[in-house]
Nanobody
Framework: QVQLVESGGGLVQPGGSLRLSCAAS????????MNWYRQAPGKQRELVAG???????NYADSVKGRFTISRDNAKNTVYLESNSLKPEDTAVYYC???????????????WGQGTQVTVSS
């Protein structure tokens, strides 16, 4: 199995920055895509940014130019650098990975527990 632990959320003023981290651990054979999703109250969970094992990235239009996703394969960790934060970025941010664990013949989806990001003055 694979466990994901997120950190870095909190309260920040509009225009501020936060860096989210998500560390994967467990019986990992390989990690494919690593993603950040978010879910605001009353809204559906949405993809914020993703990064493949080869380093290709994609972003939601709403965060392009403000957020940067990166990963450290040696540490099985994905990061989300969030700049110029807006009140509408307020949400619970979830880490998601597609990974192959020992004992499983196929890749599976794994989710973190979520970390709250609140942008408010």
């Amino acid at each position: 199995q694979v466990q994901l632990v997120e950190s870095g959320g909190g309260l920040v003023q509009p225009g501020g920055s936060l860096r989210l981290s998500c560390a994967a651990s467990g019986s990992i054979v390989s990690i494919n895509t690593m993603n950040w999703y978010r879910q605001a109250p009353g809204k559906q969970r949405e993809l914020v940014a993703g990064i493949t094992s080869g380093g290709s990235t994609n972003y939601a239009d709403s965060v392009k130019g403000r957020f940067t996703i990166s990963r450290d394969n040696a540490k099985n960790t994905v990061y989300l650098e969030s700049n110029s934060l807006k009140p509408e970025d307020t949400a619970v941010y979830y880490c998601h990975v597609v990974a192959l664990a020992r004992g499983w013949g196929i890749q599976r989806n794994y989710w973190g527990q979520g970390t709250q990001v609140t942008v408010s003055s």
